[in-house]
Nanobody
């Protein structure tokens, strides 16, 4: 599967932004998917994940209550709605997918097989 992330940009603190991750191929609903981010000088970190089929979700503590992950199987697209953005949310955001049997959220980047190219989100104070 090929992934393409989009929707990044420059916003002010408190603004909202929605990222999209389009996927090619079939069986989109059978993939566990996630969003990760990497800020300058920092390691890539988990942001949000959604399980295959029944779409269980999980979030990093730093974004809980502000970000929402979802997917539209008919459109082969995953979303990350980001509200109340903070300067510390500034990073390159990556979407990822993994074809797995279990119905759980994958929290570690090494568990994912496919990655999008990343989209830059910059939040000014």
């Amino acid at each position: 599967v090929q992934l393409q992330a989009s929707g990044g940009g420059l916003v002010q603190a408190g603004d909202s932004l929605r990222l999209s991750c389009g996927a090619s191929g079939r069986g989109f609903g059978w993939y566990a998917m996630g969003w990760f981010r990497q800020a300058p000088g920092k390691e890539r970190e988990f942001v949000a994940g959604i399980s295959r089929t029944i779409s269980i979700t999980d979030y990093a503590d730093s974004v809980k209550g502000r970000f929402t992950i979802s997917r539209d199987i008919a459109k082969n697209t995953m979303y990350l709605q980001m509200n109340s953005l903070k300067p510390e949310d500034t990073a390159v955001y990556y979407c990822a997918a993994a074809y797995v049997r279990q119905t759980g959220v994958l929290l570690k980047d090494r568990e994912y097989d496919y990655w999008g190219q990343g989209t830059l989100v910059t939040v000014s104070s």
